[in-house]
């Protein structure tokens, strides 16, 4: 269930705010400028289901989001247990960056937490299948997709480079609750 938990800054281990309530989850995004909004499909993909089929399952929808803000370019990630490097990645994700252009990502399947760091607050935002989240360009946050990853997401970018992060060197990441999956 996707859920919304924040934070001040410097009490990370005191949530002033837990919620698994969608209007709730959106409208205290929508307050901080983060985009959160649920895509459905009435087409049902099959968990080995290709790239292509899976950006032609939501080109509706992708191509609604191209139109409005001018991204550039799209694809589909995915990451499971078995995955080599899920060490390496998870590592790289968890430090905070920022990046300058718009973090764009639906969840096919699976989830992963986007935590946002915004002001002296410290929004962790449980993605799950179904959810879109855009964390606004320049945007001080980190990503954990856990021990264990399991998700396929679709990607838009405004950058043809695609991600390109800018870290921080904060290490305010490492004061905050990890998913565990």
């Known amino acids: 269930m ?4 924040m934070y001040f800054q410097a009490e990370p281990g005191n949530p002033v705010l837990q919620s698994s309530v969608f ?3 959106q409208n205290e995004l929508q307050q901080a400028g983060v985009r959160f909004e649920r895509w459905q499909t009435s087409n049902e993909l099959a968990a080995d289901a290709s790239n292509e089929t899976i ?3 939501y080109q509706p929808e992708i191509d609604k989001l191209v139109a409005e803000q001018g991204y550039q370019s799209y ?3 995915s990451m499971n247990p078995d995955h080599p490097q899920k060490t390496e990645f998870r590592k790289k994700f968890l430090a905070e960056h920022r990046h300058s252009e718009d973090e764009v990502r639906f ?3 699976g989830h992963g937490l986007f935590v946002l760091h915004i002001g002296s607050r410290v929004y962790a935002m ?3 299948k179904d959810d879109l989240i855009s964390v606004p360009a320049n945007t001080r946050h980190w990503f954990d997709m856990g021990p264990n990853p399991v998700f396929t997401a679709i990607r838009l970018f405004n950058n043809p480079d695609g991600w390109v992060a800018n870290f ?3 290490d305010i990441a490492d004061h905050f609750p990890l998913l565990e999956n």
Do not use: K, N, P
Not at 2 to 5: A, E, G, I
């Open 23 to 25: 209007e709730t989850i």
């Open 168 to 170: 921080t060197g904060d």
């Open 107 to 109: 969840f096919v399947r």
């Open 55 to 57: 950006l032609a399952a």
């Open 126 to 128: 449980l993605c799950e």
């Open 75 to 77: 694809d589909v990630v």
């Open 2 to 5: 996707s859920t919304l938990t």
